[in-house]
């Protein structure tokens, strides 16, 4: 059974850069979240994809942007690169749009703005 | 303040030793709390979620939930080695809300 696949695991960019990354989520599931980690701190909610659709939103600006496909599969795209945005960013994937403690996370995709 | 306070660390037990993480909290419509584990280059995995206040144990690991005093807590019995991580308390007001998570405590479990 496979659990949440994020890709790539680390990258590289400059500031001003447009980046996305990518996420599979666990088997039978259909609800996708994303969240950044920055270093020493715990996850902070981006967004919640649930039917393809953007359900809730946490408190980051518009450069924070998303897209969940038919598959359930997701993109997280952020564009103009910030030194503040090198950070951990973690997807974790559900059922039905739930969220708490039916959330199973991936591994993380390691972002480093230069 | 902070929505969920929780204390960096890190904090070095012996093994065998009882373990005790704690945050505090100031939003009182808080109602959901889990408790996750992280290992490095890991994401979180979900160790405990209570409803509301009281305890619940699951093996060595038992949750208190005190929402009188905005105040919860992990026991971990018999700690292992394994057990070294970073734990991180999470909270939510309804289930299908958002969840704000402490910044984590870094567990280290000395043989």
């Known amino acids: 059974d496979a659990g949440v696949t994020q890709s790539p695991t680390h990258l590289i960019k400059t500031r001003g850069q447009q980046v996305t990354l990518r996420c599979s989520p666990k088997?039978?599931?259909?609800?996708v979240s994303w969240y950044q980690q920055a270093l020493g701190q715990g996850p902070q909610f981006i967004f919640q994809?649930?039917?393809?659709?953007?359900?809730q939103r946490g408190n980051f600006p518009d450069r924070f942007s998303g897209h969940q496909f038919p598959n359930y599969s997701s993109e997280l795209n952020v564009n103009a690169l910030l030194l503040g945005d090198s950070a951990l960013y973690l997807c974790?994937?559900?059922?039905?749009?739930?969220?708490?403690?039916?959330?199973?996370f991936g591994s993380g995709t390691q972002l480093s703005v230069l | 303040q902070k929505e969920v306070e929780q204390d960096p660390g890190p904090l070095s037990v012996p093994e065998g030793a009882i373990v005790s993480l704690n945050c505090t909290y100031s939003?009182?419509?808080?109602?959901?709390f889990m408790w996750y584990r992280q290992y490095s280059r890991k994401g979180p995995e979900l160790l405990m979620y209570?409803?509301?206040?009281g305890n619940k144990e699951d093996g060595r690991f038992t949750a208190q939930v005190d929402k009188s005093s905005k105040y919860i807590s992990l026991f971990i019995r018999d700690s292992q080695p394994s057990d070294s991580a970073t734990y991180l308390c999470?909270?939510?007001?309804?289930?299908?809300?958002?969840?704000?998570f402490g910044k984590g405590t870094r567990l280290h479990i000395l043989p």
């Open positions: 209570t409803y509301s206040s």
């Open positions: 939003n009182s419509a808080f109602q959901y």
């Open positions: 994809y649930y039917e393809e659709e953007e359900r």
């Open positions: 088997s039978g599931h259909d609800t």
């Open positions: 999470a909270m939510s007001v309804r289930r299908d809300d958002k969840i704000i």
């Open positions: 974790a994937s559900s059922l039905g749009g739930a969220l708490g403690e039916k959330l199973f």
